[in-house]
């Protein structure tokens, strides 16, 4: 297949693996942020592969994974309200709650529907205006911009059973949080290639300069990744710094400026809490006051929800690179892709689940 | 504790009886994913199916069981297909019916004899709906070979049913020299299949209600009686196991088996035959297609010396033209399913857990 094949090529992957060997001296801690990566380097067992130099850190960037357990629980509350078409992307739907997910809600009657677009829910808003149609709006910068569409949509068409869960994150911030961190061991990033695409690098050039480590805007696919990887340790090796862009077939500096736009219209910057990290200043995405009526936390009052995590589970660890999901004593056991204790083991792009599921059970 | 607590619960049909054997803490309620092939179907069937009905033919755990009446070997299965929509691109329920349950009968290298078919219908279903369903049912059933011999009918209330559930039964006769068993899988054994694989799922997906996901791509939904008795006719006693990776996929599919022979398997995902297409819908939308159900796939797992000439018959089948070698049977980690990836990479390939569900972004 086109576009895909070329990145997964067998004797490229050897080259660059050579160049690795080559040019590694001594041992480097990097850090690729979205889980997708993650994904990739233990699907494509490139994590087997590398000098045993390199650590590759897993970082946070799994919207399932860090989006609050109380808003999971007020996903929950609002799902099970008999007027709701509660609407939202797979992955969440198994994310559990302090006691429930959303499937054991479908399970029961509530009416849960996985949509593949926040669009295809103002479609259904349209559809029933008997119903009230909530969409479960989660996701790092990447999905921001369909999210937004959705609200603005849903405002011009004038509909008033349209409201989203807001849980939007953002990068930046979660890096800067890990590298203030006291027990940090990062040293350089592969960028999340994908949020990039959406929002560009700029961002990314103050902290470069600040904490003097490289980032490199990195894809997807096998080869991207080893690319990735090679011009990291090619920086660290050389003692460099700053931003440079491995993904240059999709991520330009100032990324898609209409996306960024519509995004901003839309929502403004706010404080967030993060699962298992916990809050974080300006680190994610609300809706902005002229928006307000699309807000769900308001519309359906679940405001002042508390909730518990699971006092094994160490979410937190895992997603700040601290620690791999193997050296947690409920990974494997109480804690499995059919009984998750925390979201890494959750989504497909958590860590953990990705440990468990391609057997890096050490 | 006492020592009444600790009597294995097999010692005591009785007391399984009267305990649920799933954890109700841990699922109080049924969900979709029970019934999606992977684990927690499995876990369905061998916590609290098997040790319910506990017998040896069921115990072979195949797609149908064998039952011997005077010395003739009979192979005996059922499946109820529920899917939705009725009609999909290549395809509709009361073919897929049909297919499923020859399937299921070809898998125990069986030649069907006859099937049974129950209808459970919802009260207002147009009934030019049923009567395309019925027609496409008996063309199936007439281009296999085998007649419908029997049959039910019930119609439940509206709100209650998705407008058709049908059941097929199936009954075939097993030839002699023919040995089929998930257990039959040794180290040395190569792994073949017919085609490309995730064909009916992504085909499925495409047309549900909510996806909106434009593409020409169509059911593999297929009889695949012929092609296996070939199969069977080119190197007899040399195939050991059969099986079509319907619900769950080829990953399903091999990690049951095995898990049933204790062998390990080492897949190839370079040689893993799939369309362009089907791969392009799977990477949109995050799904690996491992894991996606097929409707007209067999896998053979065939003594080594005789795997080319299995795979020139299979690719003499129309059903058969991309037919591949995909993998081998190892003596290396019973149990387990490893794939070695495009770059080289080695990983395990699991049984899916739940459902597949599509990714965020």
Same mark, same amino acid.
């Given at each position: 297949?086109?576009?895909?094949?070329?990145?997964?090529?067998?004797?490229?992957? #050897?080259?660059?693996?050579?160049?690795?060997?080559?040019?590694?001296?001594?041992?480097?801690?990097?850090?690729?942020?979205?889980?997708?990566?993650?994904?990739?380097?233990?699907?494509?067992?490139?994590?087997?592969?590398?000098?045993?130099?390199? &650590?590759?850190?897993?970082?946070?960037?799994?919207?399932?994974?860090? &989006?609050?357990?109380?808003?999971?629980?007020?996903?929950?509350?609002?799902?099970?309200?008999?007027?709701?078409?509660?609407?939202?992307?797979?992955?969440?739907?198994?994310?559990?709650?302090?006691?429930?997910?959303?499937?054991?809600?479908?399970?029961?009657?509530?009416?849960?529907?996985?949509?593949?677009?926040?669009?295809?829910?103002?479609?259904?808003?349209?559809?029933?205006?008997?119903?009230?149609?909530?969409?479960?709006?989660?996701?790092?910068?990447?999905?921001?911009?369909?999210?937004?569409?959705?609200?603005?949509?849903?405002?011009?068409?004038?509909?008033?059973?349209?409201?989203?869960?807001?849980?939007?994150?953002?990068?930046?911030?979660?890096?800067?949080?890990?590298?203030?961190?006291?027990?940090?061991?990062?040293?350089?990033?592969?960028?999340?290639?994908?949020?990039?695409?959406?929002?560009?690098?700029?961002?990314?050039?103050?902290?470069?300069?600040?904490?003097?480590?490289?980032?490199?805007?990195?894809?997807?696919?096998?080869?991207?990744?080893? #690319?990735?990887?090679?011009?990291?340790?090619?920086?660290?090796?050389?003692?460099?710094?700053?931003?440079?862009?491995?993904?240059?077939?999709?991520?330009?500096?100032?990324?898609?400026? =209409?996306?960024?736009?519509?995004?901003?219209?839309?929502?403004?910057?706010?404080?967030?809490?993060?699962?298992?990290?916990?809050?974080?200043?300006?680190?994610?995405?609300?809706?902005?006051?002229?928006?307000?009526?699309?807000?769900?936390?308001?519309?359906?009052?679940?405001?002042?929800?508390? &909730?518990?995590?699971?006092?094994?589970?160490?979410?937190?660890?895992?997603?700040?690179?601290?620690?791999? =999901?193997?050296?947690?004593?409920?990974?494997?056991?109480?804690?499995?892709?059919?009984?998750?204790?925390?979201?890494?083991?959750?989504?497909?792009?958590?860590?953990?689940?990705?440990?468990?599921?391609?057997?890096?059970?050490? | 504790?006492?020592?009444?607590?600790?009597?294995?619960?097999?010692?005591?049909?009785?007391?399984?009886?009267?305990?649920?054997?799933?954890? @109700?803490?841990?699922?109080?309620?049924?969900?979709?994913?029970?019934?999606?092939?992977?684990?927690?179907?499995?876990?369905?069937?061998?916590?609290?199916?098997?040790?319910?009905?506990?017998?040896?033919?069921?115990?072979?755990?195949?797609?149908?069981?064998?039952?011997?009446?005077?010395?003739?070997?009979?192979?005996?299965?059922?499946?109820?297909?529920?899917?939705?929509?009725?009609?999909?691109?290549?395809?509709?329920?009361?073919?897929?019916?049909?297919?499923?349950?020859?399937? +299921?009968?070809?898998?125990?290298?069986?030649?069907?004899?006859?099937?049974?078919?129950?209808?459970?219908? /919802?009260?207002?279903?147009?009934?030019?709906?049923?009567?395309?369903?019925?027609?496409?049912?008996?063309?199936?059933?007439?281009?296999?070979?085998?007649?419908?011999?029997?049959?039910?009918?019930?119609?439940?209330?509206?709100?209650?049913?998705?407008?058709?559930?049908?059941?097929?039964?199936?009954?075939? @006769?097993?030839?002699?020299?023919?040995?089929?068993?998930?257990?039959?899988?040794?180290?040395?054994?190569?792994?073949? @299949?017919?085609?490309?694989?995730?064909?009916?799922?992504?085909? @499925?997906?495409?047309?549900?209600?909510?996806?909106?996901?434009?593409?020409?791509?169509?059911?593999?939904?297929?009889?695949?009686?012929?092609?296996?008795?070939?199969?069977?006719?080119?190197?007899?006693?040399?195939?050991?196991?059969?099986? +079509?990776?319907?619900?769950?996929?080829?990953?399903?599919?091999?990690?049951?088996?095995?898990?049933?022979?204790?062998?390990?398997?080492?897949?190839?995902?370079?040689?893993?035959?799939?369309?362009?297409?089907?791969?392009?819908?799977?990477?949109?939308?995050?799904?690996?297609?491992?894991?996606?159900?097929?409707?007209?796939?067999?896998?053979?797992?065939?003594?080594? /010396?005789?795997?080319?000439?299995?795979?020139?018959?299979?690719?003499?089948?129309?059903?058969?033209?991309?037919?591949?070698?995909?993998?081998?049977?190892?003596?290396?980690?019973?149990?387990?399913?490893?794939?070695?990836?495009?770059?080289?990479?080695?990983?395990?390939?699991?049984?899916?857990?739940?459902?597949?569900?599509?990714?965020?972004?």
């Amino acid at each position: 297949m086109r576009f895909v094949d070329e990145y997964r090529n067998e004797k490229d992957a #050897q080259k660059f693996l050579r160049a690795i060997h080559k040019l590694v001296t001594r041992p480097w801690t990097i850090m690729e942020i979205c889980g997708g990566q993650t994904h990739t380097l233990i699907k494509s067992g490139i994590d087997a592969l590398l000098p045993p130099e390199v &650590t590759l850190v897993h970082g946070p960037g799994c919207p399932v994974c860090v &989006t609050p357990l109380e808003l999971i629980d007020k996903a929950i509350a609002i799902a099970r309200r008999p007027e709701v078409i509660f609407t939202s992307f797979g992955d969440m739907l198994r994310v559990p709650g302090s006691g429930a997910d959303l499937l054991s809600v479908k399970a029961q009657g509530g009416d849960v529907r996985m949509v593949y677009s926040p669009l295809d829910a103002v479609k259904l808003a349209q559809k029933h205006p008997e119903r009230e149609v909530v969409f479960f709006a989660v996701g790092f910068e990447t999905t921001a911009p369909g999210n937004a569409m959705a609200v603005w949509q849903a405002k011009e068409l004038g509909l008033t059973n349209f409201s989203i869960l807001c849980a939007h994150v953002l990068v930046p911030p979660a890096m800067e949080a890990i590298l203030r961190s006291p027990g940090n061991q990062v040293q350089g990033f592969l960028a999340a290639g994908h949020v990039c695409t959406v929002m560009g690098y700029w961002e990314y050039e103050p902290i470069a300069e600040k904490y003097r480590v490289p980032i490199v805007v990195t894809g997807f696919e096998p080869l991207d990744i080893l #690319q990735g990887i090679y011009m990291t340790l090619k920086a660290l090796e050389e003692g460099r710094w700053g931003v440079e862009n491995q993904y240059a077939r999709s991520v330009r500096r100032e990324g898609n400026v =209409p996306a960024r736009r519509l995004v901003q219209q839309v929502f403004q910057v706010c404080d967030r809490q993060w699962r298992g990290i916990g809050l974080i200043p300006r680190s994610g995405y609300a809706l902005r006051p002229e928006f307000a009526a699309f807000d769900a936390e308001r519309r359906f009052g679940v405001g002042d929800l508390a &909730t518990q995590e699971s006092s094994l589970c160490i979410a937190g660890e895992i997603l700040q690179g601290k620690k791999k =999901p193997y050296e947690c004593r409920a990974f494997g056991t109480l804690c499995t892709p059919e009984h998750p204790l925390g979201a890494p083991m959750v989504s497909s792009e958590g860590a953990c689940a990705a440990y468990y599921q391609y057997g890096r059970a050490k | 504790m006492n020592g009444d607590d600790s009597t294995p619960a097999s010692a005591s049909p009785f007391l399984a009886g009267l305990q649920c054997p799933i954890p @109700i803490s841990d699922y109080p309620h049924v969900l979709l994913a029970h019934g999606g092939g992977g684990r927690l179907t499995q876990m369905l069937i061998e916590r609290m199916f098997l040790p319910a009905f506990a017998n040896p033919a069921l115990e072979a755990l195949h797609d149908g069981a064998l039952l011997e009446v005077n010395g003739a070997r009979l192979a005996f299965t059922t499946d109820s297909f529920v899917v939705s929509p009725l009609f999909f691109p290549g395809g509709d329920i009361g073919s897929l019916a049909v297919h499923g349950t020859v399937n +299921d009968l070809a898998m125990c290298g069986a030649r069907p004899l006859g099937l049974a078919a129950g209808f459970i219908l /919802e009260e207002g279903l147009p009934m030019e709906d049923l009567w395309r369903v019925v027609r496409s049912l008996q063309g199936a059933a007439q281009a296999v070979g085998v007649p419908i011999v029997t049959g039910d009918t019930k119609v439940v209330d509206r709100g209650k049913g998705d407008g058709i559930f049908i059941n097929t039964t199936g009954l075939g @006769i097993v030839p002699p020299g023919v040995h089929i068993s998930p257990r039959r899988a040794r180290p040395g054994d190569l792994i073949l @299949i017919n085609g490309p694989i995730a064909e009916h799922g992504i085909a @499925i997906l495409s047309v549900r209600e909510g996806l909106e996901f434009e593409t020409a791509l169509k059911s593999d939904s297929a009889p695949l009686h012929d092609l296996v008795a070939r199969a069977l006719a080119a190197a007899g006693e040399q195939v050991h196991v059969l099986r +079509d990776p319907t619900r769950g996929g080829l990953a399903s599919s091999l990690n049951e088996i095995a898990a049933q022979a204790q062998v390990g398997i080492r897949l190839e995902e370079a040689h893993i035959p799939v369309r362009e297409e089907v791969r392009g819908a799977c990477e949109i939308l995050g799904l690996d297609p491992l894991y996606v159900a097929n409707e007209g796939k067999c896998l053979l797992i065939v003594a080594r /010396e005789a795997a080319e000439a299995v795979l020139a018959t299979l690719r003499e089948h129309p059903l058969g033209v991309q037919a591949a070698i995909i993998g081998q049977v190892v003596g290396d980690h019973p149990g387990k399913v490893y794939l070695r990836s495009r770059i080289g990479g080695l990983r395990v390939v699991d049984m899916l857990s739940g459902e597949q569900l599509p990714r965020i972004c």
